[in-house]
């Protein structure tokens, strides 16, 4: 093989290498799927609570995620405007808990996670006698707080 | 009879041989580079008012207003003189159209840069049609911003420093001196591009720089650029219904900057407001948001531009270390400071990184072709590396539509019209930047609704909105997005559209 032709060979060779360097990260790199609108870029003025269900009967356990709250902050949880405990955000702004609501009376009751006056969200829950118990979704987790007080006595058996 | 007939016939072939040399003249690559990205961006530009910045940036445009740190006096003159051309549209198309030309413009001029470099026609249309369809350039082409005007004057700098270096004169470097600091009143982060400036001057034509006549010149490039600044206490003086440069009081005042003080403009175009954000993240956290930004450049090239983009990097720097160690510099000045700035948008101000790097994928294109030149037979490969390049283009295009289009988007118009339709009369709205200039922008533009007050609470602290809030509360309808649970405590919320309203807590058992 002439030397032009082994030369012409290794240009072609690193011609396609250079052309293909980008597409060999397909695989690892998802491409863009979300569109570019206002909205991807509102979340950090509205942080947003959502729950698993917004109707149950009284001792439900309540699914709430909060999202684009600020990253890695202490946030109180509230029930009708009284702290009933914390979680912190993750690097996304994300965090989730659950609601027990054994032993509470029926009606509406407003569930309120905060960061910080400008990074509030509140979200409504109904519990309606007779309705379906409410579970969590399987692999959900965190912190527990409850509606109504609860205070867990310890079992002490007697010989 | 026949006199006249000779002498028209005289006067039509002079006006056809006109227009052929005309066309002759013509640079169809040129043309090219700007005509078919703006066909493209007007086709998919949003039709109306756009949220968040824009509607502020239009609102402003439209009533001579002030805008927030950090001030940009260009983009509201500019937009105000684009304004007065007959566009038709409401104000909100024209300035997301003020973006499109922007855009184009900067296509082109990225276009004549690589021409400087020595790149070939094929290879520039390739990359600049890479950068069009990028998906943050091609969304930012398609509503009020400020950024494709950044980039329009950044290339402007790059190509006025290559002509400069061609044929370096003292009044030839006082051009792109003009630009810089022209550009420095549309976007503070002009001064990224300084440390690039500044190797190529120093190390292309040092001597330059013994002569008196060069430092007068720039001297004098500085104080013409400045000029622009003078807008902002022109504006201020003339006490604007918009103005976004200030802070509301617990009563409800706005408090405005003075920007006839040296104090007051120093703090608007600094942008002392968000120098938190500036480096915001811990070490440990950086690495994260530089794997964001190597992805994010991965799709704005449609990962084939990737490799000629690094191997027209290294081929530039190699070849004329002076030039490719501006962009090499530029490059990593916008990089690394956006990787590091803790704001949520921060995807849409990397454009100056990607028009660079636009720039080494034209080079590296050329390098593919000029290997390719001696292989023509028996394999044809300098035509198949054309049929890659513009089929990226052609699939990016595809691609990255359905991403960007916003000519149906009426999102923004339609929030704002509902909450005026909703909020009864002297109604108090509070609201962030996806709500309140918006709801401006149809007060103040269209005339709609005078009797509301909107104040966007990035302009008021918690604490003095709160007071302000149970202030009103019993005064007049008030409404807000998202209230704290302070308010919650105090006031009852109940969901109006997409904002609550409050009312006065009855004293008494629940």
């Known amino acids: 093989m002439s030397e032009m032709?082994?030369?012409a060979i290794q240009r072609i060779l690193l011609t396609l290498f250079i052309l293909s360097a980008g597409l060999v990260l397909v695989p690892f790199v998802d491409m863009p799927a979300a569109a570019i609108g206002w909205e991807l870029f509102a979340?950090?003025?509205?942080?947003?609570?959502?729950?698993?269900?917004?109707?149950?009967?009284?001792?439900?356990?309540?699914y709430f995620t909060g999202s684009n709250y600020p990253p890695g902050s202490l946030a109180t949880i509230y029930i009708d405007g009284r702290p009933v405990g914390t979680v912190t955000t993750d690097g996304s702004g994300a965090a989730s808990f659950l609601v027990?609501?054994?032993?509470?009376?029926?009606?509406?009751?407003?569930?309120?996670?905060?960061?910080?006056?400008?990074?509030?969200?509140?979200?409504?829950?109904?519990?309606?006698?007779?309705?379906?118990?409410?579970?969590?979704?399987?692999?959900?987790?965190?912190?527990t707080v409850f509606v109504n007080g609860v205070i867990f006595l310890p079992i002490i058996q007697a010989d | 009879m026949v006199e006249r007939f000779l002498i028209l016939n005289f006067r039509n072939r002079t006006n056809v041989l006109t227009v052929?040399?005309?066309?002759?003249?013509?640079?169809?690559?040129?043309?090219?580079?700007?005509?078919?990205p703006f066909v493209l961006y007007a086709f998919t530009l949003a039709p109306t008012l756009y949220n968040l910045d824009s509607a502020e940036f239009t609102t402003a445009?439209?009533?001579?207003?002030?805008?927030?740190?950090?001030?940009?006096?260009?983009?509201?003159?500019?937009?105000?003189?684009?304004?007065?051309?007959?566009?038709?549209?409401?104000?909100?198309?024209?300035?997301?159209?003020?973006?499109?030309?922007?855009?184009?413009?900067?296509?082109?001029?990225a276009e004549r840069i690589?021409?400087?470099?020595?790149?070939?026609?094929?290879?520039?249309?390739?990359?600049?049609?890479?950068?069009?369809?990028?998906?943050?350039?091609?969304?930012?082409?398609?509503?009020?911003?400020?950024?494709?005007?950044?980039?329009?004057?950044?290339?402007?700098?790059?190509?006025?420093?290559?002509?400069?270096?061609?044929?370096?004169?003292?009044?030839?470097?006082?051009?792109?001196?003009l630009l810089m600091t022209l550009s420095l009143g549309n976007h503070a982060a002009t001064v990224l591009l300084a440390p690039g400036c500044v190797w190529y001057v120093l190390t292309r034509h040092p001597r330059l720089l013994r002569r008196w006549r060069t430092w007068a010149v720039g001297v004098g490039a500085i104080l013409l650029g400045s000029t622009i600044f003078l807008l902002l206490p022109m504006r201020y003086a003339a006490q604007p219904v918009f103005n976004y440069a200030g802070q509301y009081d617990a009563a409800g005042?706005?408090?405005?900057?003075?920007?006839?003080?040296?104090?007051?403009?120093?703090?608007?175009i600094t942008g002392q407001t968000f120098a938190g954000q500036m480096f915001g993240y811990r070490l440990a956290d950086v690495w994260p948001q530089a794997a964001g930004f190597g992805v994010q450049l991965w799709a704005a090239f449609f990962a084939i531009g990737v490799g000629p983009g690094v191997a027209g990097a290294l081929a530039l720097l190699r070849r004329d270390w002076r030039s490719g160690g501006m962009l090499l510099l530029m490059f990593l000045a916008n990089a690394v400071f956006y990787i590091n700035y803790r704001v949520i948008d921060k995807n849409t101000m990397f454009l100056p990184a990607y028009l660079i790097f636009a720039l080494w994928v034209g080079v590296g294109y050329q390098l593919l072709l000029s290997w390719a030149v001696q292989q023509e037979r028996p394999?044809?490969?300098?035509?198949?590396?054309?049929?890659?390049?513009?089929?990226?283009?052609?699939?990016?295009?595809?691609?990255?539509?359905?991403?960007v289009d916003l000519s149906e988007d009426w999102s923004t118009r339609e929030q704002a019209e509902a909450i005026l339709r909703l909020v009864e009369p002297d109604a108090l709205v509070l609201g962030w930047w996806d709500t309140a200039p918006s709801i401006q922008y149809l007060q103040l533009v269209e005339g709609e609704r005078p009797d509301v007050t909107v104040i966007n609470r990035f302009l008021i602290s918690p604490e003095d909105m709160n007071r302000l809030i149970l202030t009103e509360i019993n005064r007049r309808p008030v409404y807000i997005n998202n209230p704290s649970i302070e308010l919650l405590q105090r006031t009852t919320a109940v969901a109006v559209g997409p904002l609550y309203r409050l009312e006065p807590r009855n004293p008494g058992p629940k």
């Open chain 1, 5 to 7: 032709k082994q030369e």
């Open chain 1, 43 to 62: 979340g950090v003025y509205t942080p947003v609570l959502e729950v698993n269900a917004t109707t149950g009967a009284p001792g439900s356990v309540f």
């Open chain 1, 100 to 143: 027990n609501t054994l032993g509470a009376a029926s009606g509406a009751y407003n569930v309120t996670l905060e960061t910080d006056i400008n990074a509030s969200a509140t979200q409504s829950i109904d519990l309606v006698s007779g309705g379906l118990i409410v579970t969590p979704p399987p692999g959900a987790t965190g912190t």
């Open chain 2, 20 to 36: 052929k040399r005309m066309v002759h003249r013509l640079d169809v690559t040129a043309v090219a580079a700007f005509a078919l």
């Open chain 2, 61 to 109: 445009v439209a009533t001579n207003g002030l805008i927030r740190a950090t001030g940009y006096p260009l983009y509201l003159l500019l937009g105000k003189l684009w304004s007065w051309l007959p566009l038709g549209g409401d104000m909100g198309y024209q300035m997301n159209l003020f973006s499109a030309f922007n855009g184009a413009i900067t296509l082109l001029l």
């Open chain 2, 114 to 177: 690589m021409q400087q470099l020595g790149v070939g026609a094929w290879a520039r249309l390739a990359a600049v049609g890479l950068l069009a369809t990028a998906p943050y350039f091609w969304a930012l082409s398609l509503i009020a911003e400020v950024y494709t005007l950044h980039t329009a004057l950044m290339a402007g700098v790059i190509l006025a420093l290559l002509r400069w270096a061609a044929a370096p004169t003292p009044l030839r470097l006082a051009l792109p001196i």
């Open chain 2, 253 to 268: 005042v706005f408090q405005p900057a003075n920007l006839q003080t040296w104090d007051g403009i120093w703090w608007l």
């Open chain 2, 379 to 403: 394999f044809p490969a300098r035509q198949l590396i054309r049929y890659v390049m513009v089929g990226a283009v052609v699939l990016a295009a595809g691609f990255n539509w359905r991403l």
